[in-house]
């Protein structure tokens, strides 16, 4: 099984044809990773330790610094890399289906068996990317996952929802969405850190996977919400009615 980390994931199914996994990071100006991506990383790690998985893959997509953060994922336990390297910028520029169109594309290229990537970015807070991708493949999705369990072919999700747990299952191959309970990532450790080094990662561009990124939406304005007036302090309960009646009008 391959995992698809976008980072890339692929399971062992009964016949123990190969499972891949691949984790996607996205959206990194910095070379700081995004936490969700990071329990996406984890989660992918802890299949492959469980022979679930056979190769876990992680996809990045960001500046040439973002090449950093795939490090750590290779040093967290991820086989191998890919990198999409563009400089548009990823708050702005790179919306979330242009996202979804070129993980749509590594998917096409490795044939993973699930993809599993952090539930939004950190950035701006979009939350579109895996419910976009799941469509672009016709996939089944599992969103904000808080447990993820594979067996026979097909994986198991628990995910919260308001009014408690709801669990799905779906045959694989699958789009995974990680929350933040799924779990606790661990800490690279030294000599992990210097075995990723020697690690392949792979780079290429929007253009070599034939996607336009352009996005066909700008940002007007950006506006800090107006200050928010001083409250004051009352003596009694008296003054406290007075005011809400003659000054506020809300009695």
């Excluded at 976008?6 to 990194?28: A, E, Q, R, W």
């Excluded at 929802?161 to 995974?176: E, F, K, N, W, Y």
Aim: overall charge negative; glycine content about 6%; proline content about 5%.
């Amino acid at each position: 099984m391959v995992v698809l980390l976008l980072t890339n994931f692929n399971f062992f199914h009964h016949d123990l044809s190969p499972f891949v996994c691949f984790f996607f990071f996205y959206g990194f100006r910095s070379t700081k990773k995004n936490n969700l991506s990071e329990i996406a990383v984890e989660e992918a790690v802890r299949l492959k330790e469980a022979k679930v998985a056979d190769e876990v893959i992680a996809v990045s997509i960001g500046p040439k610094q973002s090449a950093e953060t795939l490090r750590t994922a290779l040093a967290m336990g991820a086989d191998r890399g890919i990198h999409i390297q563009t400089d548009a910028r990823t708050d702005q520029e790179l919306t979330p289906l242009a996202v979804a169109k070129l993980f749509k594309e590594i998917v096409g290229k490795e044939t993973p068996d699930m993809v599993i990537l952090g539930k939004q970015a950190i950035d701006d807070d979009s939350n579109c990317t895996g419910q976009m991708l799941s469509y672009l493949l016709d996939w089944p999705q599992h969103t904000f996952a808080s447990e993820v369990k594979v067996e026979d072919g097909s994986v198991s999700v628990t995910r919260e929802i308001d009014g408690g747990l709801q669990t799905l299952s779906s045959p694989l191959p699958c789009v995974v969405t990680a929350d933040l309970r799924l779990n606790e990532p661990r800490y690279a450790t030294l000599p992990n850190i210097m075995k990723a080094k020697k690690k392949k990662i792979d780079t290429m561009t929007p253009e070599e996977l034939g996607v336009d990124i352009s996005n066909g939406l700008k940002v007007v304005s950006v506006a800090e919400p107006p200050v928010r007036e001083a409250g004051i302090v009352v003596d009694d309960v008296d003054q406290l009615i007075d005011k809400l009646k003659n000054e506020a009008g809300v009695l």
